[in-house]
């Protein structure tokens, strides 16, 4: 099973500031995802992102939201003003490897709180 | 638009007590149907992927089933170990960039599992 690690676990920040979340799996993985699970909630698709490009995103990823694989192991998502409400786990995904070709496989999340 | 709907939403069983959770789902056309397990404050664990009616899968104590519009997650003889919530997920058939059909899934609320000793 493939690991992915995500930091911060935990992220606090102000209403409107900017934030990265990061995520990085330990081998070359092509496809990538966003998910997110507000508290007591469904776990939510963001954004799926195939050889550098997004392929498929959700209603709630706006213009606010970006994601991006700046050096080419690591995946980002930015929300370039943080509100209230995007306060949740944020959970990135991998695909799996060659003998689980469509499995997604999740990190352990970034909590983050909005205040 | 797919739909994922699990029941019941919280189980309580003695140790020991199968049981079995419920997954009905709608979608336009079923690439596969995913259960994973989330614990506290983690990340959903992978179980299952089941792709066409009648198919199962078992592991441990735990078996997975589907038909064409639900899934059943058979828990035989639990553990206190086995407590956790369980996710069912839905992947539509469809194209995404590159030809595949490694779309998103969507999920169910879960159910919370908890075994007593």
């Known amino acids: 099973e493939p690991e992915v690690t995500q930091t911060p676990s935990h992220q606090v920040t102000q209403m409107g500031q900017e934030v990265i979340l990061r995520c990085v799996p330990i081998?070359?993985?092509?496809?990538f995802y966003w998910y997110r699970q507000i508290l007591g909630q469904k776990v939510e698709f963001l954004v799926s992102?195939?050889?550098?490009?997004?392929?498929?995103k959700s209603e709630i990823f706006d213009d606010q939201f970006s994601v991006e694989r700046p050096d080419g192991s690591n995946f980002t998502l930015k929300i370039r003003s943080t509100k209230l409400e995007d306060s949740a786990m944020y959970f990135c995904?991998?695909?799996?490897?060659?003998?689980?070709?469509?499995?997604?496989?999740f990190g352990a999340g970034t909590r983050l709180s909005v205040l | 638009e797919d739909q994922v709907t699990q029941s019941p939403e919280a189980l309580r069983l003695q140790e020991g007590e199968s049981s079995s959770l419920n997954c009905s789902y709608t979608?336009?056309?079923?690439?596969?149907l995913f259960w994973y397990r989330q614990d506290p404050g983690k990340g959903p664990e992978f179980l299952f992927t089941?792709?066409?009616a009648g198919e199962e899968k078992e592991k441990e104590r735990l078996k997975a089933t589907l038909t064409k519009k639900e899934s059943f997650l058979h828990i035989t003889a639990p553990k206190p170990e086995d407590s956790a919530t369980y996710l069912c997920?839905?992947?539509?058939?469809?194209?995404?960039?590159?030809?595949?059909?490694?779309?998103?899934?969507?999920f169910g609320q879960g159910t919370i599992l908890t075994v007593h000793p």
């Open positions: 081998s070359n993985h092509l496809y």
């Open positions: 995904a991998i695909l799996g490897g060659r003998t689980a070709k469509n499995i997604q496989y």
């Open positions: 979608v336009s056309g079923l690439r596969g």
């Open positions: 992102f195939y050889n550098n490009e997004i392929s498929e």
């Open positions: 997920a839905v992947q539509a058939v469809g194209l995404w960039a590159g030809g595949t059909s490694y779309g998103k899934l969507t």
């Open positions: 089941l792709y066409s």
